[in-house]
């Protein structure tokens, strides 16, 4: 009788995990190319609608210009052509910084869509607010579709470079960025809070400054809480944590800071170009250099947000596929 032919268990497990695991990324790239297209499409379709109908409301004169998703359309498409295009290194990093601007015009087209939201709210309650409870609904809805359009375009962007869900720059440089975003975070998240804290301290200690500034408690507790969950996200250690409620606030609060920080850069250079239909006066320099670096760390620290939670999506995608790798060398043929 002959002997048994040996089979190497290993080689044959890993292989065929790597199958599986290029299986699911393949099926997932067509659903983020049609999502991409999808939300581009009905990004611009909002947008061609809120400029024919035109602002209905005087707050929203001072927000960027609409046509801006236009332009965030058009990169993006150039994004997808030339990604479809060409499959060499070179190109798909053309596609990527292409999807990367794209998504920085979203944002610059969604700038307002927070204080949209607010206005919302006291509409739909009926809470006694003034002029406060009005909305542009031709430009609120366009904004919020630009918005959709960026979270989306983040995604397709992410994805490009590597090709794949998992982070191959290895444990240390994973380590590396960790750390480096938290302490971004700390740094970003600390100068808008202390700089209302110490105005309700002045204002408090000298009776005769006409100030109507309470005690920042949501400007404490947003920003204090955007730093728990940038440290929770770029953890070295198992969070006693749902996944998917780390994910979902790292994006909602992403999107919320990178839109309001854009709404400053956008909303600026269209004031300073005369692009834009209302201005707003500033007192002096110092005030504009002040409204700049307040929103600026909200910019800053949306970026760092965005990161730790593509991170955590990457770093987690990774762990998963190399615990299934080592699961599936395990079991016999």
């Known amino acids: 009788m002959s002997p048994r032919p040996s089979v190497d268990v290993h080689r044959v497990g890993i292989g065929w995990a790597g199958r599986m695991i290029t299986k699911r990324t393949r099926t997932a790239g067509p659903i983020l190319i049609a999502a991409t297209i999808g939300a581009a499409a009905v990004a611009a379709l909002a947008a061609a609608a809120a400029l024919t109908i035109g602002p209905t409301d005087d707050y929203a004169r001072i927000f960027p210009p609409?046509?801006?998703?236009?332009?965030?359309?058009?990169?993006?498409?150039?994004?997808?052509?030339?990604?479809?295009?060409?499959?060499?290194?070179?190109?798909?990093?053309?596609?990527?910084?292409?999807?990367?601007?794209?998504?920085?015009?979203?944002?610059?087209?969604?700038?307002?869509v927070v204080l949209d939201g607010f206005r919302a709210f006291f509409w739909a309650t009926g809470i006694p607010s003034g002029d406060?409870?009005?909305?542009?609904?031709?430009?609120?809805t366009a904004r919020a579709a630009s918005l959709l359009a960026a979270l989306v375009t983040v995604a397709w962007a992410w994805r490009l470079p590597a090709g794949r869900f998992h982070d191959a720059a290895g444990p240390a440089a994973s380590a590396r960025t960790r750390v480096v975003v938290a302490w971004c975070a700390v740094a970003f998240a600390v100068p808008y809070p202390l700089l209302k804290l110490v105005w309700w301290i002045q204002g408090d200690s000298n009776p005769g400054v006409d100030s109507a500034?309470?005690?920042?408690?949501?400007?404490?507790?947003?920003?204090?809480?955007?730093?728990?969950?940038v440290l929770l996200l770029t953890s070295s250690r198992r969070v006693p944590l749902p996944a998917w409620l780390l994910v979902t606030g790292g994006w909602c609060a992403s999107m919320a800071l990178l839109s309001m920080g854009f709404l400053m850069v956008f909303g600026l250079l269209a004031q300073a170009t005369g692009v834009a239909a209302g201005s707003v006066v500033f007192a002096s320099d110092g005030a504009t250099l002040m409204v700049l670096c307040v929103y600026g760390t909200w910019l800053a620290l949306g970026v760092v947000m965005l990161t730790a939670t593509l991170t955590f999506i990457d770093a987690r995608?990774?762990?998963r596929d190399a615990e299934h790798a080592r699961a599936s060398a395990n079991v016999a043929p």
Request: glycine share 14%; net charge positive; no cysteine.
């Open 66 to 112: 609409r046509w801006l998703a236009l332009i965030a359309v058009t990169l993006v498409l150039a994004s997808l052509l030339v990604a479809r295009m060409t499959g060499s290194t070179s190109g798909t990093r053309v596609a990527g910084m292409l999807g990367w601007a794209a998504a920085v015009f979203f944002f610059g087209a969604s700038g307002g």
């Open 132 to 140: 406060f409870a009005t909305v542009d609904w031709p430009g609120a």
């Open 213 to 229: 500034a309470g005690f920042p408690v949501m400007e404490l507790v947003s920003f204090g809480a955007a730093l728990v969950l």
């Open 317 to 319: 995608g990774s762990t």
